[in-house]
């Protein structure tokens, strides 16, 4: 199975000033179609979660433009240009390029 | 507006089975696969199986293979997880997700919707 591993397990971050969340795969999420499908999600306490990126950097409806996602076959990255209090939660990323599907462990956004 | 709502939780004891439902609305259920996903408490999230929009193609999680039993009705827009020899290691927390494709290409970019959930606590 293909192992997610997240950095850092806890981000206490300053309301307006950036965070960035590391994923790296223990393989390649580049697909035989050619396409990188690793999807970011997004917990609020309390709820259930919420897909905000997919394919690596593509924006689900809805998301603010302040959260971007980058990177490439085994190493991603998940911004927020500038944090803001609805933002607080845990963030997975999820790979779906190989079966089974699997998530990486979280990384839990506070504010300081 | 596209919704998914789980039912069937409970408790129950090592051993005994328990079947979980998710009703669906607000999209054509038939046109896409669907998922189930589970959190224990106070983890992180885990898939747990998937089922493409025919029942063509289904897929488990090593861990449930042989025990959980994934199915559809889409005459009824419904959801099936028959959970058989529960352990204590399966409580958790059972969302339903939909996924944007119905076929063989589903799980790529999947879980755009979920549901609430519904607690699954084993314990003897």
């Known amino acids: 199975d293909v192992v997610m591993t997240q950095s850092p397990l806890s981000l206490p971050v300053t309301l307006g000033q950036p965070a960035s969340i590391s994923c790296r795969s223990s393989?390649?999420?580049?697909?035989?179609?050619?396409?990188?499908?690793l999807n970011w999600f997004q917990q609020r306490p309390g709820q259930s979660p919420r897909r905000l990126i997919y394919?690596?950097?593509n924006r689900d409806s809805g998301v603010p433009d302040r959260f971007s996602g980058s990177g490439s076959g085994t190493d991603f990255t998940l911004k927020i240009i500038r944090v803001e209090a609805e933002d607080v939660g845990v963030y997975y990323c999820?790979?779906?390029?190989?079966?089974?599907?699997?998530f990486g462990g979280g990384t839990k956004v506070e504010i300081k | 507006e596209m919704q998914l709502v789980e039912s069937g939780g409970g408790l129950v004891q090592p051993g005994r089975s328990l079947r979980l439902s998710c009703a669906a609305s607000?999209?054509?259920?038939?046109?896409?696969?669907m998922h189930w996903v589970r959190q224990a408490p106070g983890k992180g999230l885990e898939w747990v199986s998937g089922i493409s929009w025919n029942s063509g193609y289904i897929g488990y999680v090593d861990s449930v293979k042989g025990r959980f039993t994934i199915s559809r009705d889409n005459a009824k827009n419904s959801l099936y997880l028959q959970m058989n020899s529960l352990r204590t290691e399966d409580t958790a927390l059972y969302y339903c997700a939909k996924d944007p494709k119905g076929d063989t290409t589903m799980g790529r970019r999947p879980f755009d919707i979920w549901g609430q959930g519904t607690m699954v606590t084993v314990s003897s």
């Open positions: 607000g999209f054509t259920f038939d046109d896409y696969a």
């Open positions: 393989q390649s999420l580049v697909h035989s179609d050619g396409n990188t499908y």
């Open positions: 999820m790979q779906g390029t190989h079966w089974p599907l699997t």
């Open positions: 394919k690596v950097s």
